[in-house]
């Protein structure tokens, strides 16, 4: 049996994107919610609130992150990885009740228009005019990870969302300070929530499936099984196991059967460097022997 970590692959640092971005918006908060105060504007009020969300969703990330470097110990051999799928899963959360808020108030605003539109119109645009700013520097910071690592996805998500919610409010508020048409901005925020929508949901769906040691969305489990039955000498492949260790962290368990005997060191480098090139598998255990002897774990046939 080999356990083959040929590659190091530690969790990008984020440390300083996530305490730029909670500081940006923790200040960023607090100006909302004195000139929402100052001009008595709900909407201002209720837009801090939901801003503060962000704060909390930037800490759960960071958490998830901090957590996945911890060491692993006799209690949990492999660390705190899972931490990143369960801060992802909750950022995914704080995004779908967020956006149940907007629906809610923009459905309000339909039926009750806000008197203050005409009014305190230009206050509201520049507020949220700051928002993009900050929202969009916040966003910026967590686009590259965001490829590559759920968790940092989802404090992307959670910023670019509401870049994108303030620039409705500031386009939303020029007309209606021009046109008159105050119903434009509850209409304009509906739209805003089935957009954001579409990409939390993916968020929401890719962390659950992780949470239950599904395989990776990136991790063809097919194409490794013929990987695997590629190798010299590997005539079946019994109890394939692929999973998610952390969001940016994949591993793999399986039984090669090889009857010609059992491989050197160069076999299981060769399959570790296979894995980690084609599905960037960072961690590989193989148990080979020359006739099956362990009960199959209702594994997947190959199609």
Known sequence: MSDAHEHSHAPANYNRAFAIGIGLNTVFVAIEAFYGWKINSLALLADAGHNLSDVA???????????GKLRPNVRHTYGWKR????AAFANALLLLVAIGALVWEAVGRLVSPDPLAGTEGGTIMAVAAVGIVVNTVTALLFMRGGKK?????????????????SGGVVVAGALTLWMGWVWLDPVVSLLIAAVILLGTWSLFRQSLHLLFDGVPDSVDLMAV????????GVTQVHDLHVWAMGTSQIAMTAHLITPGGHPDDAFYRHAADVLHDRFEITHVTLQVVR???????GEVAPS
């Open 291 to 297: 006739e099956p002897f362990m009960p199959l774990c």
């Open 83 to 86: 931490g990143s799928i369960l």
């Open 149 to 165: 690592d759920l968790n940092i996805r989802g404090a992307f998500l959670h910023m670019a969302a509401d870049a994108l919610v």
């Open 225 to 232: 099984r013929q990987s695997l039955l590629d190798l010299p």
């Open 57 to 67: 969703g930037l800490v759960l990330a960071w958490g998830g992150a901090l957590a």
